[in-house]
């Protein structure tokens, strides 16, 4: 299994034409560097010899062979950049040339310290997630990344390289994925206290499953669990305090200031990556926010050990 | 007198020398007084209840101190304040003058969000955690003190942030 952050394994078209760049690149000054490393050699041994003949420095008579050894490697020199920008002039070329980009348009948007994502159903109504990107392999998705804040930025390495995230200006980036599995992106420029856990997970599936996957999320909340405390927990998030913040669909919770809620339960992970989903991780994120991300927005909510753990019984049953 | 036409080693050395106690002169007074950087809080240790009166020992950490009152200014758009209340005088409850009906001070701006007033202004103690409101009440105390110039930075920073519950993204 490929790690999940990494470029050398590219799993998007995008991604493979970087991993092309830097492979000519590899090869490219490889070999000129062990051209290099073989002069010197060849100058120290040299040196070694004129030195053993002579104890005074010998002054050598003009080598024309030397001479057309330097002229050639110019010239190769000259060439392996040529090659380099003429790789790089054709690799930024298919990145930016148009791509079928059929209907899926997504909105990323930073925020510190986390993500969200804002999907279009077929019926054209936008649908809201965080911190977990799902996209259908064979597809080319367009990414419009924005921010509330500061400057961030998009960076999943097998998918694509990084897109700045500039408050107040959209950028795009189409990214079309070709091979299935979880990987993970992460904010790829320094935002603040918390930089280093505003990170999400990628989901690439096939076509079928992303269209399943997107029609459940654009279903209002459904709690599937039955542990008796899940309606206790209903009444204490969307009536509560988490309510002026988050938004969970088919509850009266609709605040916009924090990550959509209507369907954590299916989420992998707690906090832009900070925890793995679980019930006592919800319970430990609700209670002291601030003591697992020192710096966050999210508030401590003062609740009761009895109503925190119903709560986060009522939020894990939202799949 | 032209730098480099008839100097003498003397007068050079004496003004490398002047040029260096006025290096040293500016290191030392960063030093002491430029480096000071405010105290904030961001550890888990958060009031969890309301101000007991104006001798409570947790105000001097929020009464006039910037990153309490920033904190402030961001919950105070998110929670959508600005629908009612704004900071200019563009909105009939603003805050831009030292004219409080209830007091200006920390314990009494924050009775008035939690337990609202009459004339309209809800409750929140229910919808918003105290921490929260400590800092909105160090936020409006600080905006009779500003002007649109001074709060230029703020209000660029709080321009794209999500507010109420209609935002619609800061991506469109």
Not at chain 1, 7 to 13: D, Q, S, Y
Not at chain 1, 210 to 234: H, K, N
Not at chain 2, 138 to 143: G, P, Q, T
């Amino acid at each position: 299994m490929s790690p999940a952050q990494s470029a050398l394994f590219p799993a998007a078209e995008q991604a493979a034409t970087q991993f092309d760049v830097l492979t000519l690149m590899l090869w490219i000054c490889g070999v000129m560097y062990l051209v290099v490393l073989l002069f010197v050699a060849l100058a120290i041994w040299r040196g070694a010899r004129a030195r053993a003949a002579a104890d005074s420095p010998v002054t050598e008579a003009a080598d024309p062979t030397l001479s057309r050894a330097l002229a050639i490697w110019s010239c190769v020199v000259v060439l392996g950049l040529t090659a380099l920008v003429v790789g790089s002039f054709f690799a930024d070329r298919s990145l930016a040339a148009a791509r079928d980009r059929e209907t899926l348009v997504i909105r990323a948007t930073g925020q510190q310290w986390w993500w969200r994502f804002a999907y279009r159903t077929p019926g054209g109504a936008w649908v809201e997630t965080a911190n977990e990107l799902h996209l259908p392999a064979g597809r080319t998705a367009r990414v419009e990344v924005g921010s509330t804040d500061v400057i961030h930025s998009f960076w999943a390495p097998p998918l694509a390289g990084k897109m700045d995230v500039i408050p107040g200006h959209a950028n795009v980036l189409d990214l079309t994925p070709q091979r299935i599995g979880w990987y993970r992106g992460t904010c790829g420029e320094f935002c603040g206290l918390q930089h280093a856990h505003m990170a999400f997970d990628v989901r690439v599936e096939s076509p079928a499953d992303f269209d399943r996957w997107l029609a459940a999320q654009a279903t209002p909340a459904a709690p599937q669990s039955g542990d008796p405390s899940v309606a206790r927990g209903q009444v204490v998030v969307t009536q509560g305090q988490c309510a002026e913040c988050h938004t969970i669909r088919g509850t009266a919770a609709a605040g916009k200031a924090g990550p959509d809620l209507t369907h954590i339960g299916s989420r992998r992970s707690i906090a832009a990556g900070t925890l793995p989903m679980s019930r006592g991780g919800l319970e430990g994120w609700i209670e002291q926010p601030a003591a697992l991300k020192p710096g966050t927005n999210m508030p401590a909510v003062s609740l009761s050990p009895s109503d925190a753990d119903a709560a986060s019984a009522y939020l894990l049953s939202l799949k | 007198m032209g730098r480099g036409l008839g100097t003498s080693d003397d007068e050079k050395w004496r003004l490398n020398l002047s040029r260096v106690a006025i290096a040293l002169a500016m290191a030392s007074s960063l030093g002491a007084w430029g480096c000071d950087s405010e105290k904030r809080t961001v550890d888990a240790t958060a009031p969890v209840t309301a101000p007991t009166g104006r001798s409570d020992p947790r105000l001097p950490a929020y009464a006039d101190n910037k990153f309490q009152q920033s904190q402030g200014g961001l919950y105070f758009t998110w929670y959508g304040c600005g629908q009612c209340h704004s900071q200019s005088a563009q909105r009939p409850q603003n805050f831009s003058t030292a004219n409080f009906r209830y007091g200006g001070d920390i314990p009494f701006l924050y009775q008035s969000i939690a337990d609202g007033r009459a004339g309209g202004m809800p409750a929140y103690k229910d919808r918003v955690p105290a921490q929260q409101i400590w800092q909105m009440a160090s936020y409006v105390k600080s905006l009779p003190k500003t002007n649109q110039y001074l709060r230029r930075r703020e209000d660029l920073d709080q321009k794209g942030q999500p507010t109420g519950t209609t935002w619609s993204g800061a991506v469109r």
